[in-house]
């Protein structure tokens, strides 16, 4: 399994960015997909996820300003951020999730950067 990040970058506090996500390879049915974000210096944070069921999760911090959305069929998930904050700044990292006979595996993509200024 393979996570192909894309998007992010650079924007004025108050703007919107938005990042995908699409798995590749030899792929199970994922029970969750979504993104997290971790800082320098910092522990990795659960931002948002959408689960197989169709719930999605969000972080307190991005509640109401974040979107996460997920396509199936395209093993797809993008993640909509507006009204963006600095302390949104971080690396972002797309994540999927299945359950296994020994726990749960999670798949990681490369990190994508998001700088907010104010």
């Known amino acids: 399994v393979q996570l192909q990040a894309s998007g992010g970058g650079s924007v004025q506090a108050g703007g919107s960015l938005s990042l995908s996500c699409t798995a590749s390879?030899?792929?199970?049915?994922?029970?969750?997909m979504g993104w997290y974000r971790q800082g320098l210096g910092k522990e990795r944070e659960q931002v948002a996820l959408?689960?197989?069921?169709?719930?999605?999760t969000y972080a307190d911090s991005v509640k109401g300003r974040f979107t996460v959305t997920r396509d199936t069929a395209k093993n797809t998930v993008v993640l909509q951020m507006d009204n963006l904050k600095p302390e949104d700044t971080d690396v972002y990292y797309c994540?999927?999730?299945?359950?296994?006979?020994?726990?749960?595996?999670?798949?990681w993509g490369q990190g994508t950067l998001v700088t907010v200024s104010s």
């Open positions: 959408v689960y197989s069921t169709g719930l999605a």
């Open positions: 994540n999927a999730g299945h359950f296994i006979a020994a726990g749960y595996q999670n798949y």
């Open positions: 390879g030899s792929l199970p049915n994922f029970f969750a």
